[in-house]
């Protein structure tokens, strides 16, 4: 178990590995955004150029996607490490990195017969 003081480190390092990978994106990509995109200080560039470059940097794929209500396109990516970034896609837009991470552990599968919502 962690003490206050572990946990409280523990957090910041997670919080400055996300900061840096960003910005580490942003640089990296240097395409621009959309004014949306920007106004929302969001990372954003071609869908391929992202994934190209987590693969290439992180060694992050696509474990788990889905499309949002308003039809973006959302995805978790993840490394064996245990590094992880979540991104989206809006239809016919740039891909944006919302948050990333590290810890990353798959949970069990489990079958629902009829998902609640």
């Known amino acids: 178990m ?3 003081s572990e946990g409280r480190r523990s ?4 919080v400055g590995i996300t900061a840096v990978k960003a910005a580490a994106l942003a640089l ?3 395409v621009p955004a959309t004014t949306s995109a920007v106004a929302q200080g969001l ?3 071609a869908r391929d150029i992202v994934l ?5 940097r992180y060694g992050e794929h696509p474990i788990s996607l889905g499309v949002t209500a308003t039809g973006s396109l959302l995805e978790v990516l993840a490394s064996p490490d245990g590094s992880w970034t979540i991104i989206i896609t809006r239809p016919g837009g740039p891909t944006c990195l919302l948050i ?3 810890g990353w552990r798959d949970a ?3 079958h629902v017969e ?4």
């Not at 957090?11 to 997670?14: D, G, I, L």
């Not at 190209?52 to 290439?56: I, V």
């Not at 009829?114 to 919502?117: C, F, G, N, R």
């Open 100 to 102: 990333s991470g590290d």
């Open 108 to 110: 069990p599968a489990r």
């Open 11 to 14: 957090q910041w390092t997670t």
């Open 28 to 30: 990296t990509l240097a």
């Open 52 to 56: 190209g470059h987590l693969a290439t």
């Open 43 to 45: 990372a954003c560039a």
């Open 2 to 4: 962690l003490t206050q």
């Open 114 to 117: 009829k998902p609640e919502v």
